[in-house]
């Protein structure tokens, strides 16, 4: 085997799951995620949580085979580091040291993980994940740059009537979310610019995780002593710090057989072989636990609905909200009225999408990726800016509705958060429970009659009745069957009333059949 | 000469493309002569005139309308006119220009309102005529009083009096009651805007003096009102009477939308008590300049020189009742290509009658909504571009993008036309999903549209494309 070869795969591996994977966070027709959601769904964690033993399986044999290489190829947070690390090295070659492993660091940072996620505190535990944290980075930094190139074509394909392009309207969705990402990718690319990977050493919990297995994997990075000279360029090239040349001794909790060293050897003497190894002194390794799904569930604190809350929400809402905008008095031809922006309504439950089953199984599962934000057509989906379940998606209907014919979200979710749906099952999902506003709605508060809840509703769940006490029997009201809601916000969305809506869905803690 | 019609030429494809310049130079080589508008080019000092009986005025064939003026293009949507974009200021240094060549040329007739152009075309009609002299031109205007606010007796005639100020005269040549037959019931609303008030007596005491020089009224809806207002001509001697008639309504008006009349009914009752009519939509706001490709073949095998907006107005003018036809011209070109069909005006042969009768047929079996994008339902109180809407669906059907059903053979590619096509033309929160059925819209519209039923329908075939059950 040549001496670069294995960087080489490595590279070229690396370069496709990377590149699919910002691709597929990037990507908003809903095309790219038919062919790449499975990159997504490799993910360790997301696996962990998704209870997917197969991927879980399979990364675990990988590693036992080839040490940590899922790190260097599968990973994309990982592989960002290399990139950066790589662009510095254009500078400045041979740069790296070696150094010991930092594991009371490492443990604790795992430890803490694990005990955040049992606890159901996501929103702190998915900062240190490295898959959601890329996520998170692309979907908030890069997706609005692709999108204002997307527009640009799609301006320029107007321009040459052509349908090939259509413009996507850039919004900040969270802007906790965004500083987050803003603040994770300046510490990833400093910690990556200054020493590689210190991150995926010290903080990453599936790095760490991994490490455990990688000890023992079966292909390690061996140095030959006959053929060493002590150059000391292993060492120097070593990204992950793991390699001290002068003592022969390579550290394969770090090893992430990127093949660096390999390439960098001017004796070649760096194998990627089985042999018989002297193990490297470690601790031994008790078993950790990442089974937070089944411990997740019964930690669950039910949240209990309180009316009188609603009531009050609701009330003030009417207090901010003005009925709708004055009907101008008509006088000259032609124009535009102006249209004020909806509010988004304070919802005591949060809507979550359809496949989530219980608010806490979402709550516990979910690592705040963004990739289904990142998929939503509608502009429904947005990270919460709830402080617990910070970067969490929740869902609301100002820019849009949950449009039946869409199931971008659950046929992304690779955590399981949300569980893939048939379009069939989605129709019939409940998600959320549309309220009625009395004092918003305008056949109450303007006596004009609308109706277009009832019109839009996909579940026919609202008829028009009669409004008592009206002497023209002409006004009618939205009657809302709750039996039959699904919770999609047509009728929130297409309602007239602004800033707020007269008819306002609520999430529901446990989602159903109806 | 040779110059101006180069130029013309550039305009007329939109100057500075390398598409065009190709072109250009390839006319160039083929005949150094550059007469590229061949017959079209428009003659001055032959433009075709009609003759009011009661007053002997000579009226250009083509008049002005000045309800689809320009906007400052910097601050308007691509393509809006006046009507249309609220914020920006409409062109003056534009109208001015195309005012000038209009009157070059010999067109005298300018019909404005003081709704017109959100208010701001009379306005800007009086800045630029008043740069001509006063007789060498023919005034329209109207009593626009739609808004129940001016119904009031002094309302509508501080409006009358606003109109003589707004166009800088102290006369008005033609005067309008306008709009009538409009309303839920017309006779009802005709009773409210005029005689309730007195305002019909008004206006005919104006004429008396001398401030209005002819009386008549414009019309659409309901053809009680017609009939009402011409069984009383013998009382009010109507000078003029304006229509809405093309080659399409003529037969097809009522077919389109059952409450409106067919044009050969209305033109036929104006020339039996010899009242010289006015012609409006005769292009059906652009419509029939904008038909599918194979209508457009059919007419430039016929006559290859001549524009498809052109059939339209030789349609009009061959009826010797006709006074005027009047355009809405918001672009240069549009004057240019009016100007050129109407210097002289060649009147169809009855062959080509029965060939406009034929294409007509055609128009009317594409089920096109009958907006003609006139504005009077906007502004919608709720945000709508109604007009907006309907003229993407209507492209739709014109441009073969309108799907019957998902096994149609380019079934996504006309979903994607459709869908892609709709959000570029309208804004999300001002598409049909959002009419609440209010209905404001319906009594504005002349061409009795139910509007809140088309958007309905509309939106469900949107929804239907979306998800997937057309």
Redesign the interface.
């Known amino acids: 085997m040549n001496k670069k070869t294995l960087q080489r795969i490595r590279r070229v591996l690396a370069a496709i799951f990377f590149l699919g994977i910002t691709l597929m966070f990037l990507d908003f027709t809903g095309t790219l995620h038919k062919f790449l959601a499975w990159m997504a769904k490799a993910q360790f964690l997301p696996a962990v949580l998704a209870l997917n033993f197969i991927v879980i399986a399979l990364l675990l044999i990988l590693t036992l085979l080839f040490g940590r290489i899922y790190c260097s190829v599968i990973c994309p947070l990982g592989v960002f580091q290399d990139g950066v690390a790589h662009v510095h090295n254009w500078a400045k070659k041979n740069r790296h040291t070696f150094s010991k492993a930092h594991n009371i660091l490492r443990y604790i940072m795992l430890g803490l993980f694990v005990v955040l996620l049992i606890a159901g505190v996501n929103s702190v535990a998915v900062l240190l994940a490295p898959y959601s944290a890329y996520g998170r980075m692309v979907q908030s930094l890069l997706g609005p740059i692709y999108q204002w190139c997307n527009n640009g074509l799609a301006a320029l394909s107007e321009h040459f009537h052509s349908y090939a392009f259509y413009t996507k309207e850039v919004w900040m969705r969270s802007l906790p979310t965004f500083i987050v990402a803003a603040v994770t990718f300046v510490v990833i690319v400093i910690l990556a610019w200054r020493n590689g990977r210190t991150y995926c050493n010290n903080i990453c919990p599936v790095g760490t995780f991994l490490s455990f297995f990688s000890r023992f994997s079966w292909f390690k990075m061996h140095i030959n002593e006959e053929k060493c000279i002590k150059c000391g360029l292993c060492t120097k090239n070593c990204k992950s710090s793991c390699i001290d040349g002068e003592n022969g001794f390579v550290d394969y909790s770090r090893c992430v057989t990127c093949g660096n060293c390999m390439a960098a050897c001017p004796k070649g003497a760096i194998e990627f072989k089985h042999a018989a190894a002297k193990p490297a002194p470690v601790e031994t390794f008790h078993e950790t636990s990442l089974q937070t799904d089944e411990n997740g569930n019964k930690m669950g604190k039910t949240e209990t609905v309180d009316t009188s809350k609603r009531a009050f929400l609701i009330g003030s809402a009417v207090a901010i909200g003005t009925a709708a905008f004055a009907q101008e008095k008509k006088k000259v031809d032609g124009g535009l009225a102006a249209i004020e922006d909806k509010v988004t309504p304070v919802r005591t439950v949060p809507i979550v999408p359809a496949g989530a089953g219980s608010l806490q199984h979402f709550r516990t599962h979910c690592t705040g990726c963004q990739l289904c934000v990142s998929q939503c057509p509608n502009d429904v989906l947005r990270p919460s800016t709830e402080l617990l379940h910070l970067m969490q998606p929740v869902m609301s209907y100002e820019r849009g509705w949950c449009r039946p014919e869409c199931t971008a979200c659950s046929d992304v979710c690779p955590t399981g958060a949300i569980r893939k749906l048939l379009k069939e099952e989605k129709a019939v999902t409940k998600k959320g429970q549309a309220y009625w506003i009395s004092q918003n709605c305008l056949v109450v508060a303007d006596g004009i009659s609308c109706g277009n809840c009832a019109r839009h509703c996909p579940a026919m769940a609202i008829e028009m009745v009669p409004k008592r006490g009206d002497a023209t029997g002409r006004l009618l009201i939205p009657a809302i069957n709750e039996t039959r809601c699904i919770g999609c916000g047509a009728c929130e969305y297409v309602c007239p009333a602004r800033p707020l809506s007269a008819i306002v869905v609520e999430g529901v803690e446990q989602q159903r059949t109806i | 000469m040779k110059d101006i019609s180069r130029r013309d030429f550039l305009k007329l494809l939109g100057a500075g493309t390398v598409a065009t310049a190709a072109t250009m130079a390839g006319c160039q080589n083929k005949d150094g002569d550059l007469n590229l508008r061949g017959t079209l080019q428009p003659q001055k000092g032959q433009m075709t005139y009609r003759t009011n009986p009661n007053t002997g005025d000579k009226v250009s064939l083509l008049g002005f309308g000045m309800m689809r003026l320009p906007v400052v293009e910097e601050n308007a949507p691509k393509g809006a006119s006046?009507?249309?974009?609220?914020s920006a200021p409409i062109d003056q240094e534009m109208v001015n220009k195309m005012v000038d060549k209009a009157i070059e040329y010999g067109v005298n007739y300018f019909d404005t309102s003081?709704?017109?152009?959100?208010?701001r075309s009379e306005k800007a009609t009086g800045i630029a005529l008043s740069r001509h002299k006063r007789d060498s031109y023919y005034l329209a205007t109207k009593m626009s009083n739609?808004?129940p606010?001016?119904w009031p007796r002094e309302e509508s005639i501080k409006m009358f009096y606003n109109s003589l100020k707004e166009l800088q005269t102290d006369y008005i040549d033609y005067m309008l009651l306008h709009s009538v037959g409009g309303g839920q019931d017309g006779m009802e609303m005709l009773r409210q805007r005029y005689y309730d008030n007195g305002i019909l007596d008004f206006l005919l005491e104006q004429r008396e003096k001398g401030v209005i020089r002819n009386l008549g009224f414009s019309y659409h809806g309901d053809v009680k009102v017609f009939d009402y207002l011409l069984s009383r001509h013998d009382e009010y001697k109507w000078d003029f009477v304006q229509i809405e008639m093309n080659y399409l309504d003529w037969h097809f008006a009522h077919e389109i939308e059952a409450e409106n009349t067919r044009a050969d009914y209305l033109y036929n009752e104006l020339a039996k008590r010899k009242i010289p009519a006015v012609i409006m939509e005769p292009l059906l706001g652009g419509r029939l300049a904008n038909v599918p490709d194979h209508i457009v073949r059919e007419m430039k095998e016929r006559e290859p020189e001549r524009s498809v907006a052109s059939w339209a107005f030789r349609f009009c003018g061959t009826f010797p009742d006709v006074l005027t036809s009047l355009s809405g011209m918001t672009y240069m070109d549009h004057l240019d290509d009016n100007l050129a069909t109407h210097c002289p005006l060649k009147p169809l042969t009855q062959e080509e009658l029965d060939f406009l009768e034929d294409i007509a047929k055609k128009i009317y079996d594409l089920k096109n909504i009958p907006c003609t994008a006139?504005?009077?339902c906007?502004?919608?109180?709720?945000?709508l571009?109604i007009p907006g809407i309907f003229t993407h669906y209507n492209k739709c059907i014109k441009e073969g993008n309108f799907a019957k059903s998902h096994e149609d053979s380019e079934f996504q590619?006309m979903r994607?036309?459709f869908l892609?096509?709709y959000?570029?033309s309208v804004p999300?929160?001002?598409q049909a999903?959002?009419?609440?059925?209010?209905g404001?819209c319906t009594m504005?519209c002349p061409q009795r549209i139910n509007i809140p039923e088309m958007m309905?329908k509309v939106d469900e075939y949107v929804e239907k494309l979306?998800?997937?059950t057309l």
């Open positions: 006046g009507r249309e974009a609220k003081p709704v017109y152009c959100q208010g739609f808004a606010g001016t006139c504005q009077y906007m502004p919608c109180p709720y945000g571009d590619k994607k036309a892609v096509g959000d570029r999300k929160l001002r999903d959002h009419c609440i059925h209010c404001a504005h309905q979306k998800q997937g």
